[in-house]
């Protein structure tokens, strides 16, 4: 623990945006591990019940042509799957180029929710490596100043 802390102040300046790239860059996927945990969904229970309501059996649906079980699992599900199959239930007697457009509508909102904070994560990998490049020329032209002001008789332990 103390050594990182060491190489910290060996670091010097350019050590700072490199552990704060990689305090958020560890809060952004513990955010994400955390909602794609919570938004986790059984395939096969959407499954079972996508192939009951498209075959009408078993007492899916009622008097009135409506699926009170499927609105009920699909708006207990948690995930995007489940979402999308409610908004599609919610609107199933609309046209067919409306349905298609709120489908559509939220389905780009599903997958935005997937893709939040990605892109902070992209750039965090991008410019930390190139962060890190910098500071090993730093310290290579530290290094190479010793060089001169010793006059090329330097004792290793001085770079």
């Known amino acids: 623990m103390f050594e990182s802390l060491g190489m910290l102040t060996k670091g010097r300046v350019i050590m700072i945006p490199i552990f704060i790239c990689s305090v958020v860059g560890l809060t952004i996927i ?4 955390i909602y794609f945990r919570k938004s986790s969904e059984d395939p096969e229970k959407i499954f079972a019940s996508l192939t009951k309501l ?3 059996e078993g007492g899916f649906h009622d008097k009135e042509g409506e699926h009170p079980e ?3 699992l699909f708006a ?3 995930g995007p799957v489940g979402r ?3 908004a599609g239930l919610n609107h199933k007697d609309v046209p067919r180029w409306k349905l298609e457009e709120k489908l559509s509508v939220v389905g780009q909102e599903e997958l935005n929710n997937l893709g939040k904070n990605i892109r902070g994560l992209e750039v965090i990998a991008t410019i930390s ?3 890190g490049l910098l500071g090993t020329v730093m310290g290579m032209v530290q290094a190479f100043n010793k060089v001169a002001q ?3 008789q330097v004792a290793p332990s001085i770079l």
Do not use: C, H, N, T
């Open 76 to 78: 207990e599900s948690p």
């Open 150 to 152: 010793y006059k090329g």
């Open 129 to 131: 490596p190139l962060m």
């Open 84 to 86: 999308l199959m409610q």
């Open 54 to 56: 498209l075959k009408d």
């Open 70 to 72: 499927a609105v009920k």
């Open 30 to 33: 513990i955010e994400r591990f």
